[in-house]
């Protein structure tokens, strides 16, 4: 089936980081573009990296110079790692594959909560 | 870019249709015709509904279109069913530097 599963959620304190893994399933994540969205508790949907197939990667201006997005072909996985998180950072985290990359997400996991409070 | 303006509420009864806007500027389409819809249930992920303005995934019931005019898109979800109450999301692709731009997002009442 294919499939993403992301990981690596918790509660972190203000300023803390953390590195959010992303599993793929059935395809591989090299020849996709790969994002993360993420969902702030009752509140609507961010998109927030991507990471193209030829390894470009682009970011939301509410996270540039402080999140990191990665792929690791071998390993069929994605990554996002989280530096200097703020209070504002709390919120469900999702992978997600573009179909045709013009961001239209056809796959997505099940979300990871992330929760900066001190 | 703001988001996508969408209205916050929805409603119809079993059988109905109802129709959902999502309005932006020239520049949050980036004159693409690159527009999503997702669907999400309480506590799960999005689902892709409608992609390119008016493409349905395989699997999604053709009583889910979509179309595109001037800065507006629409969903409109016809033969309304109880399990298609949820929050329902557009999206568009308005650049590199701006992969997706999200609208606030509609809860979709099934009366």
């Known amino acids: 089936e294919v499939q993403l599963v992301e990981t690596g959620g918790g509660l972190i304190q203000p300023g803390g980081s953390l590195r959010l893994s992303c599993a793929a399933s059935e395809f591989n994540v090299s020849t996709y573009y790969m994002n993360w969205v993420r969902q702030a508790p009752g509140k609507g949907l961010e998109w927030i990296s991507v990471v193209y197939s030829g390894g470009r990667t682009y970011y939301a201006d509410s996270v540039k110079g402080r999140f990191t997005i990665s792929r690791d072909n071998s390993k069929n996985m994605l990554y996002l790692q989280m530096d200097n998180l703020r209070a504002e950072d709390t919120a469900v985290y999702y992978c997600?594959?573009?179909?045709?990359?013009?961001?239209?997400?056809?796959?997505w996991g099940q979300g990871t909560m992330v929760t900066v409070s001190s | 870019q703001s988001a996508l303006t969408q209205p916050p509420s929805a409603s119809g009864s079993p059988g109905q249709s109802v129709t959902i806007s999502c309005t932006g500027t020239s520049s949050d389409f980036g004159g693409y015709n690159y527009v999503s819809w997702y669907q999400q249930h309480p506590g799960k992920a999005p689902k892709l509904m409608i992609y390119e303005v008016s493409k349905r995934p395989s699997g999604v019931p053709d009583r889910f279109s979509g179309s595109k005019s001037g800065n507006t898109a629409s969903l409109t979800v016809s033969g309304l069913q109880a399990d298609d109450e949820a929050d329902y999301y557009c999206s568009s692709f308005a650049g590199s530097n701006n992969r997706a731009l999200f609208g606030g997002g509609t809860k979709l009442t099934v009366l």
């Open positions: 997600a594959r573009d179909l045709l990359r013009n961001s239209a997400f056809d796959i």
